[in-house]
């Protein structure tokens, strides 16, 4: 079994900085696309930044220019640098990856990080 835990949330004040980190646990499994969405009670879901195996990146147009995605993977660790937050950017994130095994693949999710912003 793939876990997915979510670390590095909390409170900070507008204009500063957080990096999340999102650690897969489990051997057997290959690890592709990875993602972090968020989530603001009664509003939609929303897709923050994903990343490639390979290294290439997609932002919401929210998010571009102030936070950064990045993987280890050696360390099957995913990572968001979040600089200059906002108050909006208040949200539960989660993680997310798809895991290969033996020719099939799961959609994994990680439990969530809060992360609050305050003005």
């Known amino acids: 079994q793939v876990t997915l835990v979510e670390s590095g949330g909390g409170l900070v004040q507008a204009g500063g900085s957080l990096r999340l980190s999102c650690a897969a646990s489990?051997?057997?499994?290959?690890?592709?696309?990875m993602r972090w969405t968020r989530q603001v009670p009664g509003k939609q879901h929303e897709e923050v930044a994903s990343i490639t195996g390979d290294g290439s990146t997609t932002y919401a147009d929210s998010v571009k220019g102030r936070f950064t995605i990045s993987r280890d993977n050696a360390k099957i660790t995913m990572y968001l640098l979040m600089n200059n937050l906002k108050p909006e950017d208040t949200a539960r994130y989660y993680c997310n990856a798809y895991a290969y095994r033996g020719g099939s693949r799961s959609d994994i999710w990680g439990q969530g990080t809060q992360v609050t912003v305050s003005s």
């Open positions: 489990g051997t057997r499994y290959s690890i592709g696309v």
